[in-house]
Nanobody, 128 residues
Framework: QVQLVESGGGTVQAGGSLRLSCAAS????????VGWFRQAPGKEREFVAA????????NYADSVKDRFTIARDKAKRTATLQMNSLNPEDTAVYFC?????????????????????WGQGTKVTVSS
């Protein structure tokens, strides 16, 4: 399995931006779909965005569409989540996750239990 480490969280004012990074080690990263999830206090973990193993397709939750951008760099073995126009509802711990395989189906990659590799999470706080 691939090992994942997130970075880039912090505190930002509403309307601001943050860029999260996910560094991979271990298994061949290009065999993995990468997903970003978030979990706010008292809430379930929810899908934010995903990118296909080859980087040629992405998908976003409606709540972040047109504000967040997921990308990956195969050579650097990293994935990023650029977050713009942040609002207090985006406050959460953000997790990077890896799902090994080549099945690009939305009902699969939006589910947390489809992923077997998880980072430790990075906290994002958006103040009003």
């Amino acid at each position: 399995q691939v090992q994942l480490v997130e970075s880039g969280g912090g505190t930002v004012q509403a309307g601001g931006s943050l860029r999260l990074s996910c560094a991979a080690s271990g298994d061949y990263f290009s065999n993995y779909i990468v997903g970003w999830f978030r979990q706010a206090p008292g809430k379930e973990r929810e899908f934010v965005a995903a990118i296909r193993w080859d980087g040629f397709s992405t998908n976003y939750a409606d709540s972040v569409k047109d504000r967040f951008t997921i990308a990956r760099d195969k050579a650097k073995r990293t994935a990023t989540l650029q977050m713009n126009s942040l609002n207090p509802e985006d406050t959460a711990v953000y997790f990077c996750a890896g799902m090994r395989g080549f099945t690009w189906v939305r009902t699969v990659y939006t589910r947390p239990d489809s992923y077997h590799s998880w980072g430790q999470g990075t906290k994002v706080t958006v103040s009003s």
